[in-house]
T-cell receptor, first 115, second 111 residues
Framework: GDSVTQTEGQVALSEEDFLTIHCNYSASGYPALFWYVQYPGEGPQFLFRASRDKEKGSSRGFEATYNKEATSFHLQKASVQESDSAVYYCALSDLGTQVVGQLTFGSGTRLQVYA | DTTVKQNPRYKLARVGKPVNLICSQTMNHDTMYWYQKKPNQAPKLLLFYYDKILNREADTFEKFQSSRPNNSFCSLYIGSAGLEYSAMYLC??????????FGPGTRLTVL
């Protein structure tokens, strides 16, 4: 079945540092790729998506580019703030092989940004 | 309003007792989902309703039931809770193929 791998379980940075969270996927079809963010006490929030090769998704200073050849969708931000501290999930869905394009999530990366 | 609501936020249940969790949305989304989230694990899809049709994942088919009496509400029912059911339960909704909106979750503790 489809799967998503996030390499980093936890990332600790200082404010204004550059962020990269790695996401690789395995899918039988041509999935859409997503990033979600979860703050304490809340459910995951949609950050952005990309649906085709080389498409860049972005929101709130975060961005990721769909790389079909490398099967990757790495999250980056040029300068993190303390308020970015949260858990970030990479996910995929595939309307071509699934009933409604239900999500398959990675295990999440906890980002802690120190002032 | 893009709010998905879940009740209760915290639930304590005894082993062997039933549990019923409630979710609601007012976005007129055709699909509603239930996920189970345990610490340091990915959210795991349990089931979803597409319109009035229930789809349950194969590995959780017999453990969870659900109902959707109307477009806005969806419940998750556990007939006999076991210790392994302790987790966060997340409800989400979407239009088919679009991004999902999540509720804040219900933290279930089974003792």
């Amino acid at each position: 079945g489809d799967s998503v791998t996030q390499t980093e379980g936890q990332v600790a940075l200082s404010e204004e540092d550059f962020l990269t969270i790695h996401c690789n996927y395995s899918a039988s079809g041509y999935p859409a790729l997503f990033w979600y963010v979860q703050y304490p006490g809340e459910g995951p929030q949609f950050l952005f998506r990309a649906s085709r090769d080389k498409e860049k998704g972005s929101s709130r200073g975060f961005e990721a580019t769909y790389n079909k050849e490398a099967t990757s969708f790495h999250l980056q931000k040029a300068s993190v703030q303390e308020s970015d501290s949260a858990v970030y999930y990479c996910a995929l869905s595939d309307l071509g092989t699934q009933v409604v394009g239900q999500l398959t999530f990675g295990s999440g990366t906890r980002l802690q940004v120190y002032a | 309003d893009t709010t998905v609501k879940q009740n209760p936020r915290y639930k304590l249940a005894r082993v062997g007792k039933p549990v019923n969790l409630i979710c609601s949305q007012t976005m007129n989304h055709d699909t509603m989902y239930w996920y189970q989230k345990k610490p340091n694990q990915a959210p795991k899809l349990l089931l979803f309703y597409y319109d009035k049709i229930l789809n349950r994942e194969a590995d959780t088919f017999e453990k969870f039931q659900s109902s959707r009496p109307n477009n806005s509400f969806c419940s998750l029912y556990i007939g006999s809770a076991g210790l392994e059911y302790s987790a966060m339960y997340l409800c989400a909704s979407s239009r088919k193929g679009y991004e999902q909106y999540f509720g804040p979750g219900t933290r279930l503790t089974v003792l």
